[in-house]
């Protein structure tokens, strides 16, 4: 039988990322899975079906555009939050063409990061599939 609370999809290689996160969603109620790597990620998206993916860009073995790609063709994906240092308008633009439902930059403040996941949960079908997303930049309100 499946856990009633959501379950989020930390992807990030750097460790130090995926502990702070694994933490503070934990404590606010939310199940935590972890991968190091896209492809690693692409095989527990198929195995767990997280409700939410927290996918960070830049990693080894299948990037965070990669892993975005395949989720295209997946029926049902999952939600997809963008969690990078790239803050490109070209990265903006790629990552609302493959699908992504927000885009965060880092360095980030956590309790925001809590706020857009929990938006980004809340929201409809119709809502994900808008056109255009901004960037959240987290960092400003610190």
Do not use: C, H
Request: net charge negative; aromatic share 4%; glycine share 4%.
């Amino acid at each position: 039988m499946r856990n009633s609370r959501p379950r989020v999809l930390i992807v990030d290689d750097e460790p130090d990322i995926l502990l702070m996160l694994r933490v503070n969603l934990e404590a606010e109620g939310y199940s935590t899975l972890l991968a190091g790597d896209g492809e690693t990620a692409l095989r527990r998206i198929a195995e767990e079906r997280p409700d939410l993916v927290l996918l960070d860009v830049m990693m080894p073995v299948v990037d965070g555009w990669g892993v975005l790609e395949r989720l295209a063709l997946m029926d049902p994906r999952p939600r997809v939050i963008l969690l990078t240092a790239k803050a490109s308008t070209r990265d903006l633009s790629k990552a609302r063409e493959l699908g992504a439902d927000e885009y965060v930059t880092k360095p980030f403040d956590p309790d925001a990061l809590l706020g857009t996941i929990e938006k980004v949960l809340r929201s409809r079908p119709a809502e994900r599939d808008r056109p255009s997303i901004q960037p959240v930049y987290l960092s400003d309100e610190l």
